[in-house]
């Protein structure tokens, strides 16, 4: 990847809370638990796919704090309790591949590496809300960019498991998304906030664009109730 043209897709992950709310003295470095939370944000596994980037928050442009993990992982975090994460949806990050070459072949998303993504994000905002102002709900963000100008304008999600039997290029099967799309989930916190079963809300959104009926999403479970949500200790077996 060092053709200087090289345009990776993304995929954008944001949330905000619906009310307008302003955090006080958020460009604090000292006794600031959101800059605490982007400097060590939460993790199912330590060579798993989560927001950690090893990096030190920065002021961007007065606007917000920022970390980054070279180019293919950012996260910005606004006074206005807004979070946007982006990384990149190719073989350095995001999808399968051994390398480049192999994966413009066929363009496919690592189906943990999504599922783990969103639950990771969903729980970092969640412990950032914490110390917001009280608000009641979440406008939540999920979509891919640049697939118009990625060189192989597509990509793929094949909704099997490490475990699973399954062909991973199942070309037949699978249909890949040709054009950016932008989802909007918002969500309702009440009395309790379970990023489990947040992300598994992003999840269907974001996967019904790959033709993915919400119940064949993997690393999920039903509750006694039938509530579906994103399975974590399913994640965290994974060695």
Known sequence: MEDKTYTPPLIVM???????????NLFNEANNPIYDLLKDPPFLRHAGWNLRTLDYPKIRKGKCWEVKNGD????????????IAIGYADDSFLGWGQDHREFIKFPLLNSLAIVEYSYEFAELYGKMSKYFPKFRSIE????????????????YF?????????????????KPVTQDFYEIVNIDIGTEYDSRYISYK????FLLNFNIPSDKIPYIARDD??????????IKSII
């Open 158 to 174: 094949n909704p099997r498991e490490v475990s699973d039997h399954l062909d991973l290029y199942d070309k037949e099967r699978l």
């Open 140 to 155: 939540f963000n999920v979509g891919i960019k640049n697939l118009q100008l990625f060189e192989s304008g597509k990509l």
């Open 72 to 83: 293919r992982k950012t996260i910005r975090f606004y006074r206005d309790g807004s979070l």
């Open 14 to 24: 944001g949330a905000k809370p619906r009310e307008k709310i302003t955090i006080e």
């Open 225 to 234: 109730s039938g509530e579906i949500y994103v399975d974590i200790e399913k």
């Open 202 to 205: 992003l999840l269907s959104a």
